[in-house]
């Protein structure tokens, strides 16, 4: 079966570094997205890695290692609106999206 | 503002109703998606439609229907609300001809069945 696994919950300290993981076991891969998810909000896309090595987006990088079945999203200079979900997503051979069920990120001053 | 609209934002039903929510978007996306979420899950996609006139079934398309008439428009029909369709049901739309796939979502609605 398809697999993707994220931790479910994280705690940082405001203006800290934190790194969430993710893995995934999939029939194919054609990319992978990590999205934001303030709660009771919309899910909001944040990155999207299809080869190998580190996207840097501001204070945001996404790392993506296919032959690991591994990626990190990586967030430097918390600020307590990073409080949120973030969505892993990896889009299989049939270009469908499999979801990870996300990892709540609390910060904390 | 461009971007996609869903309706209702939150709903109570009762279980054997029939109900319809609604999703539009005005950014001539061609691919409309529907999804539910339910906590301790990864979004679970119900149906999907790659270009007007055309559908699809997802992971878990049972107890729901949808019809894509137009490029704005995707209502989500659920037949016969059971409580187990209790859920945030979120609609999202994507330019298939972009590279990323990126999806752009609704604001979701929110669907109590008792």
């Known amino acids: 079966g398809q697999n993707i696994d994220q931790p479910t919950e994280m705690t940082a300290t405001e203006g800290a570094i934190v790194q969430i993981n993710c893995t995934y076991q999939t029939s194919g891969f054609n990319g992978l997205f990590w999205y934001q998810q303030h709660a009771g909000e919309a899910p909001t896309f944040l990155s999207y890695?299809?080869l190998d090595g580190l996207e840097e987006k501001g204070r945001f990088s996404s790392f993506l290692s296919r032959s690991k079945g591994y990626s990190y999203l990586l967030l430097k200079e918390l600020q307590m609106k990073d409080s949120a979900s973030y969505l892993c997503?990896?889009?299989?051979?049939?270009?469908?999206?499999?979801w990870g069920a996300g990892t709540k990120l609390i910060i904390k001053p | 503002i461009a971007g996609i609209t869903q309706a209702p934002t939150s709903q109570i039903l009762a279980a054997g109703r029939r109900m319809t929510l609604r999703c539009t978007q005005d950014?001539?996306?061609?691919?409309m998606y529907w999804y539910r979420q339910d906590l301790g899950l990864g979004l679970r996609l119900i149906h999907y439609?790659?270009?007007?006139?055309?559908?699809g079934k997802g992971e878990v398309p049972d107890g729901y229907s949808v019809s894509r008439a137009n490029t704005d428009d995707f209502p989500l029909t659920l037949a016969s609300a059971v409580p187990s369709q209790t859920s945030v049901y979120f609609c999202?739309?994507?330019?298939?001809?972009?590279?990323?796939?990126?999806?752009?979502f609704g604001e979701g609605s929110r669907l109590t069945v008792l």
């Open positions: 890695n299809v």
């Open positions: 999202a739309s994507s330019d298939s001809d972009a590279n990323t796939g990126e999806l752009f």
């Open positions: 439609s790659n270009t007007a006139g055309t559908t």
């Open positions: 950014m001539r996306h061609n691919a």
């Open positions: 997503a990896v889009m299989d051979s049939n270009y469908q999206l499999i």
